[in-house]
């Protein structure tokens, strides 16, 4: 329909993708015919895991959506969006302090490109979960298990065994 959003981006970096994206990765998909998770490739912060072995994880972990496709960037992801024609980014908010960084780069994003950013609220249930969090908690031998899908704790276990082993 004209003027509607139909094409969504679900941009991050998940390292590693946890239960909190997959909650925001589900609302954008009830949302919008069409949301592609978009994988930052490009961040200068050290990763955990590889750019495709993020997306390998995400596309696992969004297989039951139709509608929701993994794709990686590198650049601006205002550029992202106007080579898919992307309406809209879709970004979760867990607490009020996500907040002032979050409207910084929409207001950013939308000054380099016609695209709109749509906030959700996380559910509650998610709302302490991030990835950095997850992996110093699995770092120092706590559970996350119910954080994020089994199949990234065991991944999440067995690459930080293999940092500590020195591999
Ligand atoms: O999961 P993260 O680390 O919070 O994701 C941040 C991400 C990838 C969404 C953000 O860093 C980003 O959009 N990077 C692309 C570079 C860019 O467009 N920078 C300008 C943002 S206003």
Redesign the pocket.
Known sequence: MPGRLHRAVC?????PVTHGHLDVIEKAAKLFDEVIV?V?V??S?SRLFAPDERMDMLTRACAGWDNVRVDG?T?????FCLQHDIDAIV?GLRAVSDFDYEL??AQ??SS?APVETVFVPTSPEWSFVA?SLVKEVATFGGDVTGLVPDFVRDLLVERLAERAGGQ
């Open positions: 941009p991050g970096s998940f390292d978009g930052g490009n961040q912060k960037f650049g601006l992801l205002t550029d970004k910084q780069m950013m994003n380099l990835s």
